[in-house]
């Protein structure tokens, strides 16, 4: 059963920074595309960012491109999104996913693992 566990989330003022750490186990890790999303209160899931296996290529969101970075260390099994310029419609429970494949999707429902997830609340 694939693990994935997200850290790094917290409290921030506007305009801001965090890093989310997302340790995967249990997988393969360099097989897979890694993807971050996040769930806004009241709102739908909806895609922030992803990776390819091997870091290659990233895809951004239009609402984070610019003020967020994806990145990987296949050697550790973790994914990061460092965040920066963070505004208040950032706030969110964030999640990290897995999708084996090589090509990056921005379709929840193409990723079939998902962490459980991390509050970032950023106050303005």
């Known amino acids: 059963q694939v693990q994935l566990g997200e850290s790094g989330g917290g409290l921030v003022q506007a305009g801001g920074s965090l890093r989310l750490s997302c340790a995967a186990s249990r997988l393969t890790f360099s097989r897979y595309v890694m993807g971050w999303f996040r769930q806004p209160p009241g709102k739908e899931r909806e895609f922030v960012a992803a990776i390819t296996w091997s870091g290659g290529s990233t895809y951004y969101a239009d609402s984070v491109k610019g003020r967020f970075t994806i990145s990987r260390d296949n050697a550790k099994n973790t994914v990061y999104q460092q965040m920066n310029s963070l505004k208040p419609e950032d706030t969110a429970v964030y999640y990290c996913?897995?999708?084996?494949?090589?090509?990056?999707?921005?379709?929840?429902?193409?990723?079939?693992?998902w962490g459980q997830g991390t509050q970032v609340t950023v106050s303005s």
């Open positions: 996913a897995a999708r084996l494949g090589s090509y990056v999707d921005t379709r929840v429902y193409e990723y079939p693992y």
